[in-house]
């Protein structure tokens, strides 16, 4: 179910989020939507000669669930993203369960917009992923 919850409701420290465990079918189907055929993702032969020692999903792949709460839950329907700053603090592993946290930091009322604090972490509690993102909520 997609939310819909207007600019005037959304209070600072509003959290939404969501957890998805990231399966090779994820890492495959991104590398085909996206074109991003790095070999640290798709070859385990490859991956095992990396900083990884195995293979991991891009980092966008994980990034795109933020996008997923601020498009479903926090704000919801109607959202624009505007800006997403991203700081890449981990490899997410195929076969992780990863979640998507935004949490509302700053509302500016006079441009509709709120900033929302965004990461990802991983089944062990691990930032995979930590930024800000701006959206426009009317």
């Given at each position: ?36 055929f ?36 926090l ?22 369960t ?10 500016i ?20 992923i ?9």
């Amino acid at each position: 179910m997609v939310r819909d919850i207007p600019f005037a409701e959304i209070n600072i420290g509003d959290k939404a989020s969501m957890t998805k465990t990231v399966s090779e079918h994820d890492v495959y189907t991104f590398a085909g939507v996206s074109g991003d055929f790095n070999p640290v993702h798709i070859d385990a032969e490859f991956a095992k000669t990396t900083m990884f020692k195995e293979r991991i999903a891009h980092g966008m792949l994980s990034a795109g669930f933020i996008s997923a709460v601020l498009g479903t839950s926090l704000p919801g329907r109607n959202t624009i993203y505007l800006g997403q700053e991203l700081a890449f603090k981990a490899p997410v592993k195929i076969g992780d369960t990863v979640t998507a946290t935004v949490e509302a930091i700053e509302k500016i009322p006079e441009k509709s917009r709120i900033i929302f604090r965004t990461t990802v972490t991983n089944q062990d509690g691990t930032i995979v992923i930590d930024g800000k993102a701006t959206v426009l909520k009317k």
